[in-house]
Antibody
Framework: QVQLIQSGAEVNKAGASVKVSCKAS????????MNWVRQAPGQGLEWMGI????????SHAQKFQGRVTMTRDTSTSTVYMELSSLRSEDTAVYYC??????????????WGQGTMVTVSS | EIVLTQSPGTLSLSPGERATLSCRAS???????LAWYQQKPGQAPRLLIY???SRATGIPDRFSGSGSGTDFTLTISRLEPEDFAVYYC?????????FGQGTKLEIK
């Protein structure tokens, strides 16, 4: 079945970086966009950015400019999201979510289980 | 960016009742690239509705979506106990792909 499996919970100090992985299975990895969405405790959903697993091109929300890097490894069908210069406000659950077929826009139909990232001071 | 405003913030209803949730966009969402998600505590969101009115795979027909332009509605015809959750709308026509702030549907 189609699924996204994310890496485990992380605790990082303020100022450090965190890298979360998301391994896809059950479909052609390079055919669908992958998005990253985060959710702070008790808050709503916030879209962070998108990667095209085929060519590796990315786009992200302006507020993460200079701090977020999204990459992929086609040999393992895994995407990565690295967030640097962590601050307390980055404490959240981070989700990967499959988007549309490359070249098309579509909602997020498959979600990972989420990765809790805690930033300590 | 397109700002989505959901109302009400919290909706208190009983099982068997009808729920109507609203999502208003700050700009027209062309081609109805509007989706609705359900999220239960400790779980990832689940896609319910896409294209403003199409049900995702496996979603019961008591869930329906409508609307166009800037005003959209999610309706749950007869609430089941498992429907009490938080609901988010999202536009995916233009980056950044923004979400509404959510409507919490709670048991009265």
């Amino acid at each position: 079945q189609v699924q996204l499996i994310q890496s485990g919970a992380e605790v990082n100090k303020a100022g450090a970086s965190v890298k979360v992985s998301c391994k896809a299975s059950g479909y052609t990895f390079t055919s669908y966009y992958m998005n990253w969405v985060r959710q702070a405790p008790g808050q709503g959903l916030e879209w962070m950015g998108i990667i095209n697993p085929s060519g590796g091109s990315t786009s992200h929300a302006q507020k993460f400019q200079g701090r977020v890097t999204m990459t992929r490894d086609t040999s393992t069908s895994t995407v990565y999201m690295e967030l640097s210069s962590l601050r307390s406000e980055d404490t959240a659950v981070y989700y990967c979510a499959r988007g549309g077929i490359v070249g098309e826009t579509a909602p997020f139909d498959i979600w990972g289980q989420g990765t809790m990232v805690t930033v300590s001071s | 960016e397109i700002v989505l405003t959901q109302s009400p913030g919290t909706l208190s209803l009983s099982p068997g009742e009808r729920a109507t949730l609203s999502c208003r966009a700050s700009q027209s969402v062309s081609s109805s690239y509007l989706a609705w998600y359900q999220q239960k505590p400790g779980q990832a969101p689940r896609l319910l509705i896409y294209g403003a009115s199409s049900r995702a795979t496996g979603i019961p027909d008591r869930f329906s979506g409508s609307g166009s332009g800037t005003d959209f509605t999610l309706t749950i015809s007869r609430l089941e106990p498992e429907d009490f959750a938080v609901y988010y709308c999202q536009q995916y026509v233009r980056s950044p792909y923004t979400f509404g702030q959510g409507t919490k549907l709670e048991i009265k």
